[in-house]
C-alpha cells in the first residue's frame, strides 16, 4: 500500500525556476527518501535524510524534513529541462524491515 | 556496468503462459527487493531477501508469484498462470545493510505486458 501522498500530481515550469515536491507519510520513520524516475526507466536514488535530521542538501537539491509534521519536501533549484521526470519520495519505516513504501509521484516538466 | 541489472528488459506474453525474470544486483550488496509498479503509480514493495534469505514478502505476492536467491547472489522472479493485472514494471532494487539508513540501487525494471 502508499504510505506516502505527494503535492502536487504534475508541476510544470519553466526552466530556471525553483521546483517544489511536498510528502506527507503517515508512520514513523528510519529515514525518507527521494527518487527521480525518467519516463519507462528503472529509479535513480537522489538523496536520503535521517529521522534525526531536519534538512540536507546535495547540488541543486535541497530536501527538509519534519517528523514532528510526518511531511518531507524536495527543492529543485535552478531547474533544467533534463529535470522533467517523476520524483517520487520513499519512507523506510521503523517496522519495516528496510523496505521502502513509495508515494505516487510527482510529474515535472520543466520547459526550455 | 556495475549497476543492478534486469534480464529482459521487455516481456509480452499470452494469458496463462509462466514468465521468469533475472536480477543481477551489485555484487557486494546483501539485500535484495522486488517491487512492482503500474502506469502512474509508485513502486510497490513486493519482497526481500537478505543473502539467500527470504525475509518478507507482501500480500501482494499471491501464490502464482514464487521469488528465489538461491547463491545469495542474482534472484529469479516467477508469475505462473498471468493475468492481464499482471501487466506491469517489476523492479529490482539492492543495497548492503551497513546500518539502519542505506540507500537502495533500481535496476531498469522488466516491462510485463500480458496480452
Known amino acids: 500500500s502508499q504510505q506516502g501522498e505527494e503535492d502536487p500530481q504534475a508541476l510544470s515550469i519553466q526552466e530556471g525556476e525553483n521546483a517544489t515536491m511536498n510528502c506527507s507519510y503517515k508512520?514513523?520513520?528510519?529515514?525518507l527518501q527521494w527518487y527521480r524516475q525518467n519516463s519507462g526507466r528503472g529509479l535513480v536514488h537522489l538523496i536520503l535524510i535521517r529521522s534525526n535530521e531536519r534538512e540536507k542538501h546535495s547540488g541543486r537539491l535541497r530536501v527538509t524534513l519534519d517528523t514532528s509534521k510526518k511531511s518531507s519536501s524536495l527543492l529543485i533549484t535552478a531547474s533544467r529541462a533534463a529535470d522533467t521526470a517523476s520524483y517520487f519520495c520513499a519512507t523506510d519505516e521503523l517496522t519495516s524491515g528496510s523496505r521502502l513504501t513509495f508515494g505516487e509521484g510527482t510529474q515535472l516538466t520543466v520547459n526550455p | 556496468d556495475t549497476g543492478v541489472s534486469q534480464n529482459p528488459r521487455h516481456k509480452i506474453t499470452k494469458r496463462g503462459q509462466n514468465v521468469t525474470f533475472r536480477c543481477d544486483p551489485i555484487?557486494?550488496?546483501?539485500?535484495l527487493y522486488w517491487y512492482r509498479q503500474t502506469l502512474g503509480q509508485g513502486p510497490e514493495f513486493l519482497t526481500y531477501?537478505?543473502?539467500?534469505?527470504?525475509?518478507?514478502k507482501s500480500r501482494l505476492l499471491s501464490d502464482r508469484f514464487s521469488a528465489e536467491r538461491p547463491k545469495g547472489s542474482f534472484s529469479t522472479l516467477e508469475i505462473q498462470r498471468t493475468e492481464q493485472g499482471d501487466s506491469a514494471m517489476y523492479l529490482c532494487a539492492s543495497s548492503l545493510r551497513a546500518g539502519k539508513n542505506t540507500e537502495a540501487f533500481f535496476g531498469q525494471g522488466t516491462r510485463l505486458t500480458v496480452v
Open positions: 555484487s557486494e550488496h546483501n539485500r
Open positions: 508512520t514513523s520513520i528510519n529515514n
Open positions: 531477501f537478505q543473502n539467500e534469505a527470504q525475509l518478507e
